[in-house]
Structure formats: structure tokens, C-alpha cells
């Protein structure tokens, strides 16, 4: 401190702001301070709703633009049912089928029902909203499930972190390639 007779800058000069920001935040909470502001990343609407699965109450929040990747049809079909089988908030569609598939036929009942679930879901999720009245409405998470959309992102934000997901034949280096024009470039400085 240069001069002792005007403190600026000081230590307790710091604790005074501090303490009167906090007094501003605590009473005065329209007032916007680094206490009481919003994040940075924070992407929490006014619109955006709860969402009632457990499966899809996660924390992360995608960032930038989403493009749709096609997985092949088995693993699509593998991961969908995954998905569609370990949902607690579906087990009453999942015993209704299981229901009409014991009455067709009780042999092969769990592999019929992981084929025949997904589409036979979907037009029941879409025949349920077609009659439903405005106050018994489909959930739409539900109706979310029902259509088996799957979105890639470029990043991702958990806990405040920012996570870039990055296509991974883009990252990875092909040494192959490299070792071959290094190993030629030395047997053509050989012959020289």
C-alpha cells in the first residue's frame, strides 16, 4: 500500500463492498448481483417443463446445433427397446401387450414383445391422445418415447461443465498412413 492515509484497495475496503453486496442480494432481490445472477450457459426457459420420466430427468444440457445420425436398424431396435423395457412410467403398456400376445399365442411371448412393442406402442400412444379430451391428455414425454427420434449434439453442459463431442473418425489419426510415407521418404533418401 503506498499511502497508509487513504487505504483504497485495502482489505477492508473489499469486506465493506462485500458485505453490502450481500445486504443488496438478500433484501433487494430484483436487483441482479454476482449472488443471485444466472449462469452463463443457462438455458432454463420460462416454457420449458418438468419433465416427469425418471429416464429423461438428467442433468445435462445439450449445446449447439443437434443433426439426426441413423444407427443401423439392429442397434436401433436393441437401444429402443432398452429404453422402452426399462421405463417404469410404460410397465402398464408394456403388461397390456404382454396381455395380447398371451392370448394370440403363450409361446415366445418375450421375444414377440420385444419385436412387435415398439409400433404396436406408438399407435396406442397415438390412438390415446386421438381420444383423450384436453383434460386427459397423453403425457408428452410419453408421446416422445413413442416416436424413438434420436438427436446428436456438438456439445454438452454438466454440472457447469462443457463437454465437446466431437465425431471420432475426425479426432483419431491414421499412423498407418503416416508410417508408410515416412518408411518410403527413407528408403527414397537411400537411394540418393
Known amino acids: 500500500m503506498r499511502n497508509k492515509a487513504k487505504p483504497k484497495g485495502s482489505i477492508a475496503e473489499a469486506h465493506v463492498v ?16 454476482k449472488f443471485n445472477r444466472s449462469e452463463r450457459n443457462d438455458d432454463k426457459g420460462k416454457n420449458r417443463q418438468e419433465c416427469v420420466l425418471s429416464i429423461f430427468s438428467q442433468k445435462a444440457c445439450p449445446l449447439g446445433v443437434s443433426k439426426l445420425i441413423h444407427l443401423p436398424e439392429n442397434e436401433f431396435r436393441k437401444a429402443y427397446w432398452y429404453i422402452l423395457n426399462n421405463c417404469e412410467y410404460l410397465q402398464p403398456y408394456l403388461d397390456d401387450h404382454k396381455e395380447d400376445l398371451e392370448l394370440e399365442s403363450p409361446t415366445n411371448i418375450s421375444e414377440r414383445q420385444e419385436r412387435q412393442f415398439p409400433e404396436w406402442f406408438k399407435n396406442r400412444v397415438q390412438e390415446d391422445d386421438y381420444e383423450s379430451s384436453q383434460f386427459h391428455r397423453v403425457d408428452v414425454s410419453v ?12 456439445k454438452q ?10 465425431d471420432e473418425d475426425e479426432t483419431l489419426k491414421d499412423y498407418c498412413s503416416d508410417n508408410q510415407e515416412s518408411i518410403l ?5 537411400d537411394d540418393d
Not at 454440472?159 to 463431442?165: K, Q, R, T, V, W
Request: aromatic content about 10%.
Open 157 to 166: 453442459k454438466i454440472n457447469d461443465e462443457i463437454f465437446d463431442i466431437e
Open 18 to 33: 462485500n458485505e453490502a453486496l450481500i445486504f443488496c442480494s438478500m433484501y433487494l432481490g430484483s436487483i441482479e448481483t
Open 143 to 154: 408421446e416422445e418415447i413413442s416416436v424413438g427420434v434420436i438427436a446428436d449434439i456438438e
Open 185 to 189: 521418404n527413407d528408403y527414397n533418401s
